[in-house]
């Protein structure tokens, strides 16, 4: 039963490293565009998350509400005004750009809430718990959180399968250059995609915000577990990425189970070896299909 409750437990984590990686999938998977300061972003709307529930006394889950919409309207912007001047088939001035984000992103967060270990207590939620059977319970912020990733995963997968605005995303991809010749603003779509990406950056603040603990320096560590599940799902496969995020959990929960100090040991071999056997991810999304 103890390797069966470290699988479920991999499976549940799975899901927060699956909403880590779903922002990242989605912006290369349109603009190819490598963000090195997604992390930081990540830890960013967690702190948003402790000022917020600091000010309002409220559960931490609304602050879904400001944070979305305000990490949305800044990716937009900041696409618009920066990134999209980097925006090419040379990915190295966007890797410049965003490590130098990083690391101003870092030191401000430091600046403003020290270097201590933060966490939102989401009260009653924090210790509730679900019963699965056969003596088998799971966290229920856990559950709601893998839940959550479904959630945010079909919302995407929706949008680029249903709407207008989802086909041209996905023509961008297939073949930028034509789409500026059939009169589509490119750099208006970049933003949409970026503020996309920045509104699945947000839920994962939160729900980091109230899983976990944090702190100015958690973005690399975060990032790296994004470009895993990323990398192990296949580039720009939203519920690849998914896929990705579970394997990870499972294989850190495997690791753990094993022993404790193998946890993040566990899962980078498990990346590793993915990475050998098939390159391209599981579930590569190929452009022009």
């Known amino acids: 039963m103890e390797w069966v409750n470290a699988i479920v437990q991999g499976i549940l984590l799975g899901g927060l490293y699956a909403l880590f990686a779903a922002g990242l999938s989605l912006m290369f998977g349109i603009m190819r565009f490598v963000n090195l300061a997604h992390g930081d972003f990540i830890v960013a709307a967690a702190f ?3 000022l917020f529930v600091d000010a309002t006394g409220v559960n931490p889950l609304w602050a879904l509400l400001p944070i979305v919409p305000i990490m949305m309207a800044a990716g937009y912007v900041g696409q618009r005004l920066v990134l999209n001047r980097l925006s090419g088939k040379d990915i190295l001035p966007s890797i410049l750009v965003t490590f130098g984000l990083s690391i101003i992103l870092q030191n401000l967060m430091l600046e403003q809430f020290s270097a201590d270990s933060q966490r939102v207590s989401a ?5 509730s718990a679900i019963s699965l059977g056969g003596g088998l319970t799971v966290g229920t912020v856990p559950f709601l959180l893998f839940l959550s990733a479904i959630g945010v995963i079909a919302v995407l997968n929706w949008i680029f399968a249903k709407t207008a605005i989802g086909r041209q995303l996905r023509a961008t991809s297939d073949d930028p250059e034509t789409v500026g010749l059939m009169g589509l603003d490119k750099r208006h779509l970049f ?3 970026m503020a996309l990406a920045s509104a699945v950056v947000a839920v994962a603040g939160v729900l980091l915000a ?5 702190d100015p320096a958690a973005g690399p560590i975060r990032l790296l577990f994004a470009f895993e599940a990323v990398i192990i799902g296949g ?4 519920w690849g ?10 294989a850190q ?6 022993d404790p100090g193998m946890q993040i040991l566990a899962g980078h071999i498990v990346f590793l070896v993915i990475l050998v056997l098939r390159p391209q991810g ?3 999304t190929k452009r022009g299909s």
Not at 123 to 127: C, E, Q
Not at 241 to 250: A, H, K, N, S, Y
């Open 210 to 214: 109230i899983k976990t603990n944090f």
């Open 48 to 50: 948003g998350t402790l």
């Open 282 to 284: 599981l579930f590569p």
């Open 123 to 127: 009260g009653a939620l924090d210790t």
């Open 235 to 238: 580039l720009g496969s939203l």
């Open 253 to 258: 929960g495997l690791g753990a189970q094993i």
């Open 191 to 193: 933003g949409i995609a």
């Open 241 to 250: 990425t998914l896929l990705g995020g579970v394997i990870l959990g499972v």
